[in-house]
C-alpha cells in the first residue's frame, strides 16, 4: 500500500497568514494526489485534484503544487473559516489511502 | 447529492448495512466508493463498485467481511460490513468518484460497536 505522510501534523496560525502544508507518497504516484478540507462534523470536501489543479467554487487562495512522491497544499492568505483538518489522498493505486491529516486551528 | 441512513449502534459478531441513495445526476455514470473514519483518526478507504455494471471491489482489510452492492431502480448504494468489532466503530461515508477525486460525499453514518 502506498502511505502518505504529511506534515506537520498541527499548525497555529493567524488570519492573512500563508501556510504550506506537505504531503509525502512512499512510492511515485505521479500526479494522483488530490486535497480535502474537513471542519468538525462536516463531510471532507475537495480543495484540488491531481496535484494542482484547481476546483470549481474552491477559493482561489488555495493551490497545490508536487509530483511523484512531493506534494504541497499553500494557503495564500488563510481566514478564519479555513480552520479545519486537511488530508491528501492518492488515486494512482489500490487501495487509495489518505495522509494522516495536518489540523490548523486558529490562534 | 447523497444521503445516507441513520445511525446504527450494534453488537460485537453483527452486521451493519449502510445506505447511500443519490439523487441530482445520473446514477449510473459515477463509481461510489466507501470510506470509513474512526473517532479522531484520518479517512480509510474500504472499497468500490461500478454503478454501471456492478463490479464491486474491496480493500484486502475488509475483503472477507465487506460486502458493496446498488439498486439502480432506487439510485442507493449500500455497503455491508459483518463480523463487527469495536474497532470498526466509526462514521462510514459515501462518496462519488469523478476524475478520480471524491467530489461528493453523503453525510456520513456513525456505527457504534458496543457489548
Known amino acids: 500500500d502506498i502511505v502518505l505522510t504529511q506534515s506537520p501534523d498541527f499548525q497555529s496560525v493567524t488570519p492573512k497568514e500563508k501556510v504550506t502544508i506537505t504531503c509525502r507518497a512512499s512510492h511515485n504516484i505521479g500526479s494522483n494526489l488530490h486535497w480535502y478540507q474537513q471542519k468538525p462534523d462536516q463531510s471532507p470536501r475537495v480543495l484540488i485534484k491531481y496535484a494542482s489543479q484547481p476546483i470549481s467554487g474552491v477559493p482561489s487562495r488555495f493551490s497545490g503544487s508536487g509530483s511523484a512522491t512531493d506534494f504541497t497544499l499553500t494557503i495564500k492568505s488563510l481566514e478564519a473559516e479555513d480552520a479545519a483538518v486537511y488530508y491528501c489522498?492518492?488515486?494512482?493505486?489500490?487501495?487509495?489511502?489518505f495522509g494522516q491529516g495536518t489540523k490548523l486551528e486558529m490562534k | 447529492q447523497l444521503v445516507q441512513s441513520g445511525a446504527e449502534v450494534k453488537k460485537p459478531g453483527a452486521s451493519v448495512k449502510v445506505s447511500c441513495k443519490a439523487s441530482g445526476y445520473t446514477f449510473t455514470a459515477y463509481a461510489m466508493h466507501w470510506v470509513r473514519q474512526a473517532p479522531g483518526q484520518s479517512l480509510e478507504w474500504m472499497g468500490w463498485?461500478?454503478?454501471?455494471?456492478?463490479?464491486?471491489k474491496y480493500s484486502q482489510k475488509f475483503q472477507d467481511r465487506v460486502t458493496i452492492t446498488r439498486d439502480i431502480s432506487a439510485t442507493t448504494t449500500y455497503m455491508e460490513l459483518s463480523g463487527l468489532k469495536s474497532e470498526d466503530t466509526a462514521t462510514y461515508y459515501c462518496a462519488r468518484n469523478s476524475d478520480s477525486t471524491f467530489d461528493l460525499w453523503g453525510q456520513g453514518t456513525k456505527v457504534t460497536v458496543s457489548s
Open positions: 463498485i461500478s454503478l454501471g455494471n456492478g463490479n464491486a
Open positions: 489522498h492518492q488515486s494512482d493505486s489500490l487501495p487509495h489511502t
